[in-house]
């Protein structure tokens, strides 16, 4: 099994964009926390967190499987 190029490429623009879009949905997030009710901030920060952990382990396993060619 040879590892895959064009994966390769997604996998390094993608680490590269990952901290931009935490950095801005982290400013989104603090400037309109204050505006919203209760259960909207919990879900909100929530969603955020969840989908911040799934992508930083989604980039790590894929440069793991790729590289590894596993």
Do not use: D
């Not at 801005?24 to 209760?38: D, F, T, V």
């Amino acid at each position: 099994v040879l590892s895959s190029l064009p994966l390769q490429v997604m996998l390094y623009f993608n680490v590269c964009y990952f901290p931009v879009w935490c950095l801005a949905e982290g400013i989104m997030l603090h400037l309109k926390y204050q505006l919203l009710p209760w259960h909207y901030q919990f879900l909100l920060v929530t969603a955020f967190l969840i989908l911040s952990l799934a992508e930083g382990s989604r980039l790590y396993l894929g440069y793991l499987g790729n590289l590894q060619e596993k």
